[in-house]
């Protein structure tokens, strides 16, 4: 993870502006925007700017100090009108860097509410009012999920493939050791799911959200499932069936092109791994049902979910960050108590299991992020240094709030219900 951090600083240094000079009101915008960063209380930020430099926070925080370099007095219009978007706007602008982002990141991760003071602004409402209604026009109908669906995962398998593992597993990893390989580590969550439906040779199983296949193959090649698996994205659905193809279990796997809510049939398990982030909260209830509808009675429901604090979990659902504007469009991330109640309101599962593993995730980011930036060249040539440093800001971004435990990541077992309680999708 180190190193992770000495190739990503380099790599982000920011460009000196032409001018650099601030204007009359960037200057009040700083004023005001140093105001709240003083009042940093897990550690402190050394500011460096034009050749002067100025602490801020707690230097006695257990996160320590961390550099800050501006290189354009846009950074404060940035943070000052647009909040947490904002910054990471103008860090893919390289108007500012840090040899540390992902301890910079998680210092305002772990003090929240001083970002939030500068979100909640008035200079920033109007940008704040616009973003809301960018996402409200990302609802995920069937027609706007393919759309937000091609918006990322259809970037680019070359490109996806600069920092995923062979397997091409785009989700949270398992390690077992602090040496084991990504692979491995991608190949034993995958074994976790199969088990947490008690997968056996036989069983029909539903996959909902194909990836690029590699959990449909590990159910079919090492549990003995005869898999249905279904995505909305062209470039993962040519390339899972081609997976299945090549490991030789195509005659086990069938890839479907559909959305979740136009799957018929009823299977003896149901799986799903980080899909349910795609669907929005709007939908939460339909994607629940539908995956009780598809389920025999008694029959297993396995859900790899990441999770968001159950006390930030309103405010999120209310509001876009970084990621819902220029990573995932139409996303949110569900708090635990979100699922486990619309579960309840809506289907007879009853969840028999869970367990959180973020500091894995945090992990695979950092791995993740350490491959990209030795492999930038897909992410160079389809869109310049800038795609480079919005992915560096993604993957750190992300990966601070698995380290501060805002976000976590859980694997969570449901059970229909035996009787004849119907469901209807």
């Known amino acids: 993870m180190g190193d992770a951090i000495l190739i990503a600083g380099a790599a982000s240094r920011p460009r000196e502006s032409a001018d650099s000079r601030p204007r009359w009101w960037q200057r009040a915008l700083r004023r005001r925007v140093l105001e709240r960063l003083a009042t940093l209380r897990s550690g402190s930020i050394r500011l460096r700017e034009r050749g002067a430099t100025l602490e801020l926070g707690d230097v006695r925080g257990r996160l320590g100090t961390v550099e800050?370099?501006?290189?354009?007095?846009?950074?404060?219009?940035?943070?000052?009108?647009?909040?947490?978007?904002?910054?990471?706007?103008?860090?893919?602008?390289?108007?500012?860097?840090?040899?540390?982002?992902?301890r910079l990141l998680r210092l305002l991760v772990a003090d929240r509410d001083v970002l939030l003071a500068v979100d909640r602004g008035l200079l920033s409402l109007p940008r704040r009012l616009l973003l809301r209604a960018g996402h409200w026009l990302r609802d995920n109908t069937r027609i706007g999920s393919a759309r937000n669906i091609a918006g990322h995962y259809d970037l680019?398998?070359?490109?996806?493939?600069?920092?995923?593992?062979?397997?091409?597993?785009?989700?949270?990893?398992?390690?077992?050791?602090?040496?084991?390989?990504l692979e491995d580590a991608q190949r034993e969550k995958l074994r976790r799911l199969c088990r947490l439906v008690d997968l056996a040779p036989g069983d029909r199983l539903l996959e909902i959200g194909t990836g690029w296949g590699s959990l449909a193959v590990c159910a079919a090649r090492e549990f003995g499932a005869h898999v249905t698996t279904t995505t909305i994205s062209k470039n993962q659905f040519a390339a899972a069936k081609e997976r299945a193809r090549t490991a030789g279990v195509a005659h086990s796997v069938q890839v479907l092109q559909?959305?979740?809510?136009?799957?018929?049939?009823?299977?003896?398990?149901?799986l799903s791994c980080e899909m349910i982030e795609a669907v929005g909260a709007k939908w939460l209830p339909t994607f629940l049902r539908v995956a009780a509808a598809r389920l025999r009675p008694g029959g297993l429901f396995g859900l790899q979910a990441i999770t968001i604090r159950d006390q930030h979990y309103a405010r999120a659902v209310r509001s876009v960050d970084y990621v819902k504007r220029h990573v995932f469009p139409g996303s949110f991330i569900p708090s635990v108590a979100a699922i486990v109640a619309a579960a309840a309101a809506n289907t007879d599962f009853r969840l028999v299991q869970m367990v959180d593993f973020g500091d894995h995730y945090a992990t695979t980011l950092a791995r993740w992020r350490a491959a990209m930036h030795m492999h930038p060249g897909a992410f160079r040539e389809r869109g310049g240094d800038a795609l480079l440093r919005a992915w560096d800001f993604y993957f750190a971004y992300c990966e601070a709030g698995f380290r501060e435990r805002n976000l976590g990541v859980c694997q969570l077992r449901f059970e229909r219900a035996g009787g004849a309680r119907s469901v209807t999708p």
């Open 156 to 181: 680019g398998d070359e490109l996806f493939a600069q920092f995923l593992d062979p397997t091409m597993t785009y989700s949270s990893a398992w390690f077992a050791g602090p040496d084991c390989s």
């Open 68 to 102: 800050l370099e501006v290189a354009s007095p846009e950074f404060w219009t940035s943070l000052a009108c647009a909040g947490g978007v904002g910054a990471g706007e103008s860090f893919v602008a390289g108007h500012w860097s840090s040899p540390d982002l992902v």
């Open 258 to 270: 559909r959305d979740y809510r136009d799957l018929e049939g009823t299977f003896d398990k149901v």
